[in-house]
């Protein structure tokens, strides 16, 4: 069960991080296509490649037959920088 539970909360925040970076988009956009508003629009959906990347490839280990390998901490500190990255970005977009 602990398997499946970790799965779900990858989807979940897989989702989080695609509505962030979609309202991030948004944002940036919101005062017409400027450089810089393309420039952080670029950056926000770069970030959001990169941790959904990560999140789908722990997502697949975590739906074989078999326990998953642990996460390596490379993986881990991608998925964090990129979260992070992507919140500072949507913070920034916003104020």
């Known amino acids: 069960m602990q398997p499946e539970r970790t799965r779900l909360a990858?989807?979940?925040t897989t989702l989080t991080a695609?509505?962030?970076a979609v309202l991030a988009?948004?944002?940036a956009l919101r005062d017409g296509?400027?450089?810089t508003a393309f420039l952080m629009c670029?950056?926000?959906c770069g970030l959001?490649?990169?941790f959904l990347t990560v999140a789908h490839r722990r997502i697949g280990a975590l739906s074989g037959p078999v326990p998953p390998a642990a996460f390596t901490p490379r993986h881990a500190s991608t998925a964090a920088?990129?979260?992070i990255a992507l919140a500072a970005c949507a913070t920034?977009?916003?104020l």
């Open 18 to 20: 695609t509505v962030v």
């Open 25 to 27: 988009g948004k944002s």
């Open 10 to 12: 990858w989807r979940r």
């Open 42 to 44: 670029a950056l926000c």
């Open 48 to 50: 959001w490649l990169g």
């Open 81 to 83: 920088l990129c979260t």
């Open 33 to 35: 296509p400027g450089a």
């Open 92 to 94: 920034a977009l916003v």
